[in-house]
C-alpha cells in the first residue's frame, strides 16, 4: 500500500488482520415490516403531516398501494386515524381524501410531577388538553401517598369520558431507567429508588406507562414547540435543585446508557465555594447556585427565605439578591460553556422558578458562555429562557404519550394485524 510521504518515522500501519472486527451501522428501519410496525409507520406518518393521503404514504414508504390502503383502512376501523376533507392533488386527477389523527381515538393521561407539587392533565391524541389540575404534594412522602394523588386525580379529571387512556406519562424529579419504569436512587425523593412505577400506573389505568425525568420532559416539550432547526436542545432547570436535558440532533431524548445523562446538578465548576450537597459531596452547582442555594445564601445565619420569597425580592429590585444571581449565573455560566463545547447544541434553554421572576439570570449565563466558549461553538447558538414556561412538561409528557400510543408496541396490541 502506498502511504503518503512523510519525514518523521512512524511505525507502520497494522496490517488488515490487526484489526478488530468493526461493527457498521444499520439504517433505522429494516426492510422487514411486521403489520404492528406497517400501522405504527402510516400512522405516524399522518400524525407528522408527513404524508397525509394514500398516495403520499405509497410514495413515502415505498411500499405497494394495496398493502398501504390495507394498513389505512385498519387505523380507521381501529379509529386511531379519520378522513379529514379532500385535498388537492398536483395536475390532473381527483383531489385525495386527507387523512389525519382521529382526536377521540384515545386520551392520554399526563403527571408532570415536581418536588412540591404536580400539574395532571387529559389530552386526547389531537393535542388538545381536556382537563388540567395542579395539586401541591411533597415527594418526600413517597411513592405510595404520591402516586395515590395522581391516580385520585387523574381518575376525576376523565370521569364521564367514554373514550379510552391508552397511555400515561409521569415525570418525576430525580433520575429515572425508563426501560424498567423505575426512579434510580434519586437523593430528593426517600422511598422512591427502585420503586415500581410504571407497573404501579399500567395496572391502574389498564394502559401502558411512561417514566420520565422532569427536566427531560421539559427538554422534549421545549424542542418540540420549536421549528425543527432548534435541535440539538439543552435544557437547564434552576429551581429547587439543577437539572439538565438533551434532545438530539433528531428530536427525541438522550438518555445515555443508564438514564442519567443531563443529570448535571452534582457538577462542580472553577470557582465553586464548598457548600455541603445533599449528594454528599461539596461544592455541586446544585449546591452552590440552584434557587435553594441562593436562597440559603441570603438567608445568612437567620430565616431562609422560601424561592416565592426569593422570587419576590427579586421582582422589587432588592440588591442583595441581585447580586446572589448574579454570582450564580456566573457559576451556571461555567458549566453551561463546558456542555455547549460538548454537544453543540443549536439551542440551550433556561428554566425553572428563577427564570420566570428575572432575567439576571439569562443575562449572567449569556455572558460567561459567549466569553468562555469558542465561536464555532456559540456562531448560531440560542441561548434564551423557556418558551413554555411551567406547561413545558406537560407538552413534553403529551409528546410521549402519543407517540407511545402511536409506536409499533401499543398499535399491535390496539388493532387486528390487517
Ligand atoms: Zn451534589
Keep these: 500500500m502506498a502511504l503518503p510521504h512523510s519525514t518523521t518515522a512512524r ?20 426492510g422487514r415490516i411486521d403489520p404492528a410496525l406497517l400501522l405504527s409507520t402510516v400512522a405516524r406518518l399522518v400524525a407528522s403531516d408527513t404524508a397525509v393521503s394514500k398516495a403520499d404514504l405509497v410514495a413515502a414508504t415505498g411500499l405497494a398501494r394495496t398493502t398501504v390502503s390495507t394498513a389505512v383502512d385498519g387505523l380507521l376501523a381501529g379509529g386511531l386515524l379519520r378522513l379529514d376533507g379532500l385535498r388537492p392533488t398536483a395536475g390532473r386527477g381527483r383531489p385525495a381524501e386527507r387523512l389525519a389523527l382521529a382526536a377521540e381515538g384515545g386520551q392520554v393521561l399526563l403527571a408532570d410531577v415536581g418536588a412540591r407539587g404536580a400539574h395532571l ?27 395515590r394523588t395522581v391516580e385520585t386525580e387523574l381518575t376525576r379529571l376523565r370521569a ?43 395496572q391502574t389505568f389498564g ?38 436535558g438533551l434532545v438530539t ?5 438522550h438518555h445515555g ?12 465548576v472553577r470557582g465553586a465555594p464548598d457548600d455541603a450537597c445533599v449528594c454528599g459531596n461539596v461544592g455541586c452547582i446544585e449546591a452552590v447556585a440552584s434557587a435553594g ?40 455560566g461555567e458549566l453551561v460553556a463546558t456542555l455547549v463545547h460538548l454537544y453543540n447544541p443549536a439551542r440551550v434553554t433556561l428554566g425553572g422558578s428563577l427564570t420566570a421572576a428575572s432575567d439576571e ?55 387486528p394485524a390487517p
Excluded at 135 to 147: A, E, H, R, S
Design 11 to 30: 511505525p507502520p500501519l497494522p496490517g488488515p488482520a490487526l484489526l478488530p472486527p468493526l461493527r457498521l451501522s444499520a439504517p433505522p428501519q429494516s
Design 121 to 147: 392533565a387529559v389530552t386526547d391524541l389531537a393535542q388538545r388538553v381536556l382537563a388540567h389540575t395542579h395539586v401541591d404534594l411533597d415527594v418526600i412522602d413517597g411513592p405510595d401517598t404520591v402516586l
Design 160 to 202: 364521564g369520558s367514554a373514550v379510552p387512556a391508552r397511555a400515561v406519562v409521569i415525570g418525576l424529579p430525580g433520575p429515572v431507567d425508563n426501560h424498567l419504569g423505575i426512579p434510580v436512587r434519586p437523593p430528593i425523593m426517600p422511598g422512591w429508588h427502585a420503586y415500581p412505577v410504571t407497573a404501579r400506573l399500567q
Design 207 to 244: 394502559c401502558p406507562a411512561v417514566l420520565e425525568n422532569d427536566v427531560n420532559l421539559r427538554a422534549l416539550g421545549e424542542a418540540r414547540a420549536l421549528p425543527a432547526d432548534q435541535v440539538p436542545l439543552l435544557f437547564v432547570k434552576v429551581g429547587t435543585g439543577i437539572g439538565g
Design 249 to 253: 440532533g433528531g428530536g427525541s431524548l
Design 257 to 268: 446508557a443508564d438514564g442519567a445523562a443531563g443529570d448535571i446538578g452534582h457538577v462542580r
Design 293 to 332: 442555594a441562593i436562597a440559603r445564601r441570603l438567608g445568612g445565619r437567620g430565616d431562609v427565605p422560601s424561592i416565592a420569597d426569593l422570587r419576590a425580592m427579586l421582582g422589587r429590585g432588592d440588591a442583595g439578591a441581585i447580586a446572589a444571581v448574579r454570582e450564580a449565573a456566573g457559576l451556571i
Design 361 to 415: 439570570l439569562l443575562a449572567g449565563v449569556r455572558s460567561v458562555v459567549y466569553q468562555r466558549a469558542l465561536p464555532l461553538a456559540t456562531r448560531n447558538l440560542v441561548l434564551t429562557n423557556s418558551v413554555l414556561g411551567e406547561y413545558a412538561g406537560v407538552a413534553g409528557a403529551t409528546v410521549l404519550g402519543i407517540e407511545r400510543v402511536l409506536s409499533a408496541e401499543s398499535i399491535g396490541l390496539l388493532l
